[in-house]
Every structure is written in structure tokens, then in C-alpha cells.
């Protein structure tokens, strides 16, 4: 089966960096996307891999290591906006978007 | 504003009920897609178009659900005889073709503000 695994809920400080992990299993790998979700809105695109490496933009930064179906969603200088839910969602064999359940991330003054 | 754009935000029905939601995609985007969340989930796969040909629907999805999007462009989807079950999140997403050159870069998805529906 298809499995997209992160953590449901994560804590961090305001000004402080926070890293988001995301373990896939997926039939097929046509690339994996950030999401950020605040509370009663839509999702909206943060970052896209495909490759293995680093993405940067602006304070959100994006890995991917497609052989050992990992990523994660590094957050700097965090700000009170930034506690939403980030999701992680894979693009699989039939070009369909795989989604995790979202890890709720608070962030405390 | 030319993002995803879904009526009703809101939908209050009883069960048993048909009801109905549209999305209008963003203009150049080919693609769309329906999902349905409920909290503390990510999004469900409902269906999939490229442009009126609807490609791709969830075995998840009853026969009570049906999509269509007549011209290619605004899409409906329709629930009949609605259920407790039913109330959840309805999300539409448009993506435009993949970019190709180096390599194909599949283009993100856009999501709407989505419809939330409530069986009383």
C-alpha cells in the first residue's frame, strides 16, 4: 500500500528552527510537495523536490533523499504566523498526489 | 483575483438530500481535481479531469458522487442522497500542464477556499 508518514503534532519557539520530517512509501515517485494549512483554509504550496537535495526559499528550505523515501520541511526564524498544518504529499506512478495526515505545528512566544 | 475560486463556502443540508458544488478553476489550468478532507486528515482523492475528460476517480468513491465538467473549464460535483458521512471538507485544485526541458517538472496544485458541507 501507499503510506505517507509524519509527525501529527510539533511545538517551537518564536525566532527558533523547527525541521518537519516525512517518510514515504509510495508506488512510484514523480516528485513530493510541501503544503501549509492554517486552521479552516485551504492548503497552499510551499515547496516542490524531485531531486535529491536542498531547496531554498526564503526561510522555508525543502530535502529530499529519494532512496531512503525521506524529506523534510526546515522552518527558520519562526514567526507566530507560521503555526498552521504542514503537509506532505507524494506524486506517485499514476501522476496522483498522495497526501499525509498534516503535522500540526504550534509555536509558542 | 485569478485563484480557485468555490460556491457555496458553506452548505447545511439534511440527510438524504442531493446536493451540489461548483469550482471554477484558475483560467489557464487544464487540470482539476476534487478531494475531500475532514479534520486532522490530509486530502482524500476524489476525481480528476484534464480538461472535460475526467481520467481518474476513487475506487473510495460511491456511486452516490458524481463530477463533470461539461466545457472543460468550471466543474460540479454532486452528492446524492447524503449521508452522516458525507460532511467533510470539499476541496477543488487546479494544476497546467508539467513543464518539460531538463527534465519534467510537475506543476503544484492550487487549492480553492473549499465548500464545507454539514449533514444535519
Known amino acids: 500500500g501507499q503510506n505517507i508518514d509524519q509527525p501529527t503534532e510539533m511545538t517551537a519557539t518564536e525566532g527558533a528552527i523547527v525541521q518537519i520530517n516525512c517518510t514515504y512509501q509510495?508506488?512510484?515517485?514523480?516528485?513530493l510537495f510541501w503544503y501549509q494549512q492554517h486552521a479552516g483554509e485551504a492548503p497552499t504550496f510551499l515547496s516542490y523536490n524531485v531531486l535529491d537535495g536542498l531547496e531554498e526559499k526564503g526561510r522555508f528550505s525543502s530535502f529530499l533523499s529519494r532512496s531512503k523515501g525521506y524529506s523534510y520541511l526546515l522552518l527558520k526564524e519562526l514567526q507566530m504566523k507560521d503555526s498552521a498544518s504542514y503537509l506532505c504529499a507524494v506524486m506517485d506512478s499514476n501522476y496522483q498526489l498522495i497526501w499525509g495526515a498534516g503535522t500540526k505545528l504550534i509555536i509558542k512566544p | 483575483d485569478t485563484g480557485v475560486s468555490q460556491d457555496p463556502r458553506h452548505k447545511i443540508t439534511k440527510r438524504g438530500q442531493n446536493v451540489t458544488f461548483r469550482c471554477d478553476p484558475i483560467?489557464?489550468?487544464?487540470?482539476l481535481y476534487w478531494y475531500r478532507q475532514t479534520l486532522g486528515q490530509g486530502p482524500e482523492f476524489l476525481t480528476y479531469?484534464?480538461?472535460?475528460?475526467?481520467?481518474?476517480k476513487s475506487r473510495l468513491l460511491s456511486d452516490r458522487f458524481s463530477a463533470e465538467r461539461p466545457k472543460g473549464s468550471f466543474s460540479t460535483l454532486e452528492i446524492q442522497r447524503t449521508e452522516q458521512g458525507d460532511s467533510a471538507m470539499y476541496l477543488c485544485?487546479?494544476?497546467?500542464?508539467?513543464?518539460?526541458?531538463?527534465?519534467?517538472?510537475?506543476?503544484?496544485?492550487?487549492f480553492g477556499d473549499g465548500t464545507r458541507l454539514s449533514i444535519l
Open positions: 479531469f484534464q480538461n472535460e475528460a475526467q481520467l481518474e
Open positions: 483560467s489557464e489550468h487544464n487540470r
Open positions: 509510495t508506488s512510484g515517485f514523480n516528485g
Open positions: 485544485a487546479s494544476s497546467p500542464r508539467p513543464r518539460t526541458g531538463r527534465g519534467i517538472y510537475n506543476q503544484p496544485q492550487h
